[in-house]
Structure formats: C-alpha cells, structure tokens
Nanobody, 115 residues
Framework: QVQVVESGGGLVQAGGSLRLTCAASGRTSSLTTMYWYRQPPGKQRELVAAITSGGTTNYAESVKGRFTISRDSTKNTVSLQMNSLKPEDTAVYYC?????????WGQGTQVTVSS
C-alpha cells in the first residue's frame, strides 16, 4: 500500500502564488508517474500536470507557463508551483501516484483564488 498526503493549499489573491506538495509513503519502491489533478466546484476532475519517473512533464493548456511540476524521487514527493493564479484555478487539488500495480490518490487540498 501507498499513502498519499497533499499539503499547501489555501486562499490567495489573483496574481499570487502557492506551492502544493504531495508526499508518498509506504511501499514506494515501484512508483512511476506522479500527477496533480483538480476538481473545480460543480465540475469534473481534470488533469493539471504529470511527471514521469524520468522527469518528463506534461501540462494542461490552461496552466502552461504558470504552473511547474517537480519531483524528488529520493523523498517520494511531488510539488506543484502555481504562479499568476486566477479565480478559475479555484478547485480541490488532488495528487495521484502510480505504482506498477495501481494508482493511489490523496484526499485533496483546497485552493481558493479570490478576484
């Protein structure tokens, strides 16, 4: 089993920055790709960014140039640096960590961007 815990959410004004961090613990020897998803109020969950074990990254068009995903494989953490935040970035942000067998999800952290 793998436990996934997100931190770093909060309330920020438009144009501001936040950094989310996700820590994986437990059976972490076979972790592969790590992701950040978000679910805005009343909408479906969507992929924000992903990073492979080799460091290849992928971003949703809506966050390109503003968000940066990074990982520390020695600590089994993945971070999401969010700059130039907009009210439409308001959502619950979820971390997903894939092992060779299955994905594991965190409980989510709320990010609220005020205008």
């Amino acid at each position: 089993q793998v436990q996934v815990v997100e931190s770093g959410g909060g309330l920020v004004q438009a144009g501001g920055s936040l950094r989310l961090t996700c820590a994986a613990s437990g059976r972490t020897s076979s972790l592969t790709t790590m992701y950040w998803y978000r679910q805005p109020p009343g909408k479906q969950r969507e992929l924000v960014a992903a990073i492979t074990s080799g460091g290849t990254t992928n971003y949703a068009e809506s966050v390109k140039g503003r968000f940066t995903i990074s990982r520390d494989s020695t600590k089994n953490t993945v971070s999401l640096q969010m700059n130039s935040l907009k009210p439409e970035d308001t959502a619950v942000y979820y971390c997903r960590v894939d092992s060779v067998l299955r994905p594991y999800w965190g409980q989510g952290t709320q990010v609220t961007v005020s205008s």
